[in-house]
C-alpha cells in the first residue's frame, strides 16, 4: 500500500516535472526539491486514509479485494494526495520555526539556502532560502488539491460499475468536505500551537493543560489519524455507524500519536528522530507533557522549568537538567499511561463497529505501530 | 458584479468565522484579518471570471440574463474564490519581500508583528507575525478551493435544467483544470521572478527581455487575465474556438495590465498606489521596463542602473534620478506603446468571435480599465 502510494506520487510528480519544464529549466530545483521532500517519511496519513477506505469497501464484498486490485486507484490517489499536503505543511512549519533540520537533513529553506550560496548568486541567501521554500509549499499544496480531485474523479468513472453515480458523488462530496475540514482545522491548530508559545505567560495557569490540549486535538490527533480515516471512509460511502466509530478509534489514538511525539521531541534518540536531542525544549513547545510536569513540579523547579523553556541556547547539561526534572515530576509515567489508555479506547471503539475485519485488525495494529514508536 | 462577488465572501467568511469560534475565541484575530485583506482591492480576477462566463452563457439565450439574477450564483462564487486566492498569495508575497505596506497600510505580517507588541506577548514579534501571515495565507488557499468547489456543485445542481449533467461535469472538470493550472503557473512566476533578483548578473545580458517577459507571461498575464476568463468561460461550457478568442484576448491584456503594473511601480503617486515611491526600484525588480532600459542606456548608465537598483536604502535623489535615467532611455515610452498595442490586439481578437456582444463590449471595456489605472 506505502508502495502504491509512492508509486502514484511519483507519476503525478512525474507530470508536474514536464509542466515545469515546458516553462523554464531554471524550475528544475522545484522539481528536485519536491522529489526530495516526498521520497520518505512515515506515510501515517496514507495509511489511515487507506485503512478507512478499507474498513467499509471491504466489508459489502463478503472478501476484502488484495491491496493492489484495481479498485484502490482512488483511493491510493487520495492518501498520495495527503502525503503532499503534509509536505507542505512540513515545509512551511521550518520557516515558521526556523528549523535546520528535517528528518536528519537539512530543512528545504536552508537547502535552498546553500544553493544560493553554492551558485554565487546576489542578494540575501537567506531571503532566497525562505521565499523559495514558501513558494513550493504554496505549490505543493495546490498538487495536493489537483491529485485529491484526480482521486475523486477516478472514483467516479469506476463507480459506475459498483455503485450508483449518485452514490460514487455523494461519498466524493463527503470526501471533500472532510479534507476541506482537515485542511482548516490543521492550520487553526498549528496557529494555536504558536500562539501558546509567544502567550502562556500572560495565561491563566488553570488553563494551560485545557489549551495544550486543544492543540494537540486540532493540529494532530484530527489531522493525523481522523480525518484522514474520515477522508478514506467518506470516499468509499460511509455510514453514519461507520464513520462515528472510525472517529471513535481516530480521535484518542491521534491523541497517542502526538502525546508519543511529544516525548520524542524531549527525550528522542537524534539518531532515530533526525532532530538534536530536546528539540522541543529549546523551542520552547507548551506541550501537555510540560503542562503536567509544570503542575506537579514544586514552585521552585516550575520556575525554572519556565526560565529555560524556549531558550535556544540551552546547553547539553541544560538539556539533560530539564529532562530529568519533567521525568521525576512523574509527568512521563502520566503521558504512558495516557497513551496506552487512549490506545485501548481506540481498539476496543471499533472492536465490534460495522467494519472489515481486516481493516479492524489492521488498525488494531497500526494503534500499536504510531504510539509505540521511536521516531 | 463586484457586490455580488463582496457578499459571497463576506457569507463564506461568516461560514468560516463560525467553525473558528467553534475551536477558540483566540482565532478571532485570524478572522478579522481575513475580512480585512478581502473588503478591498480591484477584484479584476472577479470580474474578468465572470464576463468570461457571461461571454459564453449569455450567447445561448438570445438576451443577456442581469448580473443578479439567480443564474449568477457558481460564477460568483468561483470568482470569489479567486479574490480569496489571491490575498493568500498577497499575503504570502509581502512576507517574502519583506513588505511594510500593502495598498497604502501596513502588511498583514506587520500587522500582527505589532498585535504581539501591544499585547506585550513574549519571543519575537516579527516571528509571531510572520508566522501568522503564513499561515492564515495557507488557509485562505484551502478556503479558496473550498470556494470554489461550492460554486462548482451549485452550477452541478443548477445545470440539470439549462444543460445536461454530462455537460455541466464536463464544464466542471475542465474549470478546475484550468484553476489547479493557474495555480501552479502563478507560483512558478513568482519564482521566477525571485529568482530572477538574486541571479541576473550570471547570466547573459541577451536573454534578460525574454525572461523579464516569460515572468510577465507566467506571475501575472495568464494568472490575472488568462486564466480567470478561461476559468469562467469552461464554467459556462464554453467551445474550443471561445476558449481560443479569449485566451487571444487574455493574454496580450495580460501582459499589458502587468507592465502598466511595472510602470506604477517605478512612477506611480504613493497616494493612489499606496506603496512608496519607486518601490519597485529599491526592491531590485527585473522588470520588462528595466531590460528595456538596460538595452537603451550607454554603458555608464546602464552600469549605474544595475549599481543601485535593488539598494534598499535609495534616498529620494537616487529614486528620482533613476526614474529620470529609465525615461530618457526611452523605455517609459516603449512600454506605453506595448501596453497600447497589447490592448488594441486584444479587443481585436474578440471583436468578431462567436462571444456575447455584452460582454465583448464590457471586455473591451475592461481592456481600457486595467491598462489605463493609476493603481
Not at 333 to 351: G, L, Y
Request: charged share 25%; hydrophobic share 45%.
Amino acid at each position: 500500500m506505502v508502495d502504491l502510494v509512492q508509486r502514484r506520487i511519483d507519476s503525478f510528480l512525474d507530470e508536474r516535472a514536464t509542466e515545469l519544464r515546458d516553462v523554464s529549466s531554471d524550475l528544475d530545483v522545484l522539481e528536485a526539491a519536491a522529489r526530495g521532500l516526498l521520497a520518505g517519511g512515515k506515510r501515517f496519513r496514507a495509511l489511515f486514509c487507506y485503512w478507512g477506505w478499507q474498513s467499509v469497501s471491504a466489508l459489502g464484498d463478503g472478501n476484502d479485494p488484495a491491496a493492489d486490485s484495481p479498485g484502490t486507484g482512488p483511493v491510493v490517489a487520495v492518501a498520495a494526495a495527503l502525503e503532499l499536503f503534509h509536505a507542505a505543511a512540513l515545509v512551511h512549519d521550518d520557516i515558521m520555526d526556523n528549523s535546520d533540520l528535517r528528518r536528519g537533513e537539512p530543512s528545504l529553506h536552508r537547502r535552498f539556502e546553500t544553493l544560493h550560496t553554492d551558485r554565487g548568486w546576489s542578494g540575501s541567501a537567506e531571503g532566497y532560502g525562505r521565499a523559495s521554500a514558501l513558494l513550493l509549499g504554496d505549490l505543493l499544496l495546490g498538487w495536493s488539491d489537483g491529485l485529491f480531485e484526480e482521486g475523486l474523479a477516478e472514483a467516479a468513472a469506476g463507480g459506475a460499475s459498483a455503485r450508483t453515480g449518485a452514490e460514487a458523488g455523494a461519498g466524493a462530496a463527503a470526501a471533500r468536505a472532510e479534507f476541506a475540514r482537515m485542511r482548516t482545522e490543521v492550520m487553526l491548530g498549528q496557529y494555536l500551537d504558536m500562539l501558546e508559545e509567544h502567550s502562556w505567560r500572560g495565561r491563566p495557569d488553570a488553563e494551560l493543560l485545557t489549551r495544550a490540549h486543544r492543540v494537540v486535538v486540532y493540529k494532530a490527533a484530527k489531522y493525523s489519524v481522523e480525518a484522514p480515516l474520515a477522508i478514506g471512509a467518506s470516499l468509499a460511502g460511509a455510514s453514519l455507524p461507520q464513520l462515528t466509530a472510525l472517529r471513535e478509534y481516530g480521535l484518542p489514538l491521534g491523541v497517542a500519536f502526538q502525546l508519543r511525539d511529544d516525548l520524542l521531541g524531549v527525550y528522542g534518540d537524534p539518531a532515530a528522530t533526525g532532530k538534536p536531542a530536546g528539540d522541543d525544549l529549546r523551542e520552547g513547545k507548551r506541550t501537555v507533557l510540560i503542562a503536567l510536569a509544570r503542575q506537579a513540579l514544586p514552585g521552585s523547579a516550575a520556575r525554572l522549568l519556565d526560565e529555560l523553556l524556549g531558550d535556544p541556547d540551552l546547553d547539553a547539561g541544560q538539556i539533560a537538567m530539564l529532562q530529568a526534572s519533567i521525568r521525576d515530576s512523574g509527568a512521563v509515567d502520566q503521558i504512558e499511561r495516557i497513551i496506552a489508555h487512549n490506545a485501548e479506547v481506540a481498539v476496543a471503539a471499533i472492536a465490534d463497529a460495522p467494519l472489515a475485519r481486516t481493516a479492524r485488525d489492521e488498525l488494531a495494529a497500526l494503534a500499536a505501530t504510531v504510539t509505540r514508536r521511536d521516531r
